[in-house]
């Protein structure tokens, strides 16, 4: 069976993988001139179902755990290092109000916090720490996938290609633009999402951070070398490409309030996309004659793309149906 999937972000690329270990011929098709250039690029990596419970449905939660799975041990990208979560001390019942939202962690004191991350010791009196939970670079875990999937003979990518026109035929068409697929998926929109890369020796980090606060929470991710990605914004605005003043402002002043050592750090790169969503914030299955669109990822790419692969090419190549994922009706998919 031929399949070609459209769009080479971290959906298309699971998808693919998917299909290609079933042994199906793939063809992945990105308009862009190279894979991984659109909204997973700017992505924290973060792995971390227990802190999503937060706000999330079941199925981020539970995709998270296949998530953590899969990224650790079928595509080993991941580093599982828990996560931890601060709060300045006048905030303190909002890390009462995430304990109780959240499942699987542990409550630190300074002794405790010192200890897992030596240069936050005397900056918070209290923390959670997620230990189960795992970080990635989506770059590096992007170029992992694409070089498992150069390894097998009956994939092939094109890029600077645009699906639109191409006219060939296929046997399945997965349609993984993104935000892109708004002309098709006529009730996707665009939240957008700012985000910043530090550099500084003058603070290690071993795990991302999350700092709650009511109206600009951060989170810095560690990504080596002492580069560190800040985020993110969530804004309902489908202007992509430029991040403001303003938000650069927050985030900056957020990521000094974790350390003033942040303050001396190089700006190496501001970047800004739309995270692809429908109204519920969660992801769908949509079939549309001999096509599949993989959409609405969120913010919670990589955290749902190696489930969301799974149930595709089940669908396809097996016929499976998945209510949690795949029915119009938000009440069905809340029964599922
Ligand atoms: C600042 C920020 C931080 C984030 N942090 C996290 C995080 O910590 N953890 C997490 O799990 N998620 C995070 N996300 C969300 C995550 O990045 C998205 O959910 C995910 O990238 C969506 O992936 P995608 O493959 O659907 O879309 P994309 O990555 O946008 O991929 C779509 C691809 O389709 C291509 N395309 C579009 N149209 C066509 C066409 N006509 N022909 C050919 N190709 C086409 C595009 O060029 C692009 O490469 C974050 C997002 C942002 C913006």
Not at 136 to 158: G, H, K, T, Y
Not at 199 to 210: K, N, S
Not at 242 to 256: D, H, K, N, P, Q
Request: charged share 25%; proline share 6%; hydrophobic share 45%.
């Amino acid at each position: 069976m031929m399949i070609r999937v459209i769009g080479a972000g971290v959906a298309g690329l699971t998808c693919a993988y998917e299909f290609a270990r079933a042994g199906e011929t793939v063809e992945i098709v990105e308009r862009a001139a190279a894979p991984g250039l659109g909204c997973s690029f700017h992505a924290g990596g973060m792995i971390s179902p227990w802190c999503e419970e937060e706000s999330a449905e079941p199925f981020i939660v539970e995709g998270g755990r296949e998530a953590l799975a899969y990224w650790t041990q079928t595509l080993p990208a991941a580093t599982v290092q828990g996560t931890l979560v601060v709060v300045p001390p006048r905030d303190r019942p909002d890390l009462v109000r995430f304990a109780r939202l959240t499942t699987n962690h542990e409550r630190l004191d300074a002794a405790r916090i010192k200890a897992l991350e030596p240069d936050l010791a005397g900056r918070f009196d209290e923390a959670l720490f997620y230990s189960q939970e795992a970080h990635l670079d989506p770059r590096a875990a992007m170029a992992m996938l694409v070089a498992r999937l150069r390894e097998f003979p009956s994939v092939s990518f094109r890029f600077n290609t645009d699906a639109e026109t191409l006219t060939d035929a296929v046997d399945w068409t997965v349609d993984c633009r993104g935000y892109a697929a708004h002309d098709a998926l006529k009730d996707l929109r665009g939240v957008k999402g700012e985000m910043l890369v530090l550099a500084t020796h003058e603070i290690a980090l071993h795990r991302p951070v999350r700092m709650l606060h009511p109206r600009h929470p951060v989170y810095v991710v560690p990504r080596g070398d002492g580069r560190f990605m800040v985020g993110a914004t969530m804004i309902e605005n489908e202007e992509r490409r430029r991040i403001t003043a303003r938000s650069m402002l927050e985030l900056l002043s957020a990521v000094y309030a974790i350390h003033p050592a942040f303050g001396e750090a190089e700006i190496i790169e501001t970047g800004s996309d739309l995270r692809p969503a429908f109204s519920d914030n969660l992801p769908r299955l949509r079939l549309a004659d001999r096509t599949l669109y993989v959409n609405g990822l969120f913010r919670h790419g990589f955290l749902l793309a190696p489930a969301l692969a799974r149930r595709a090419a089940a669908i396809i190549l097996r016929g499976e149906h998945f209510p949690e994922v795949m029915d119009a009706d938000p009440r069905e998919r809340q029964r599922a």
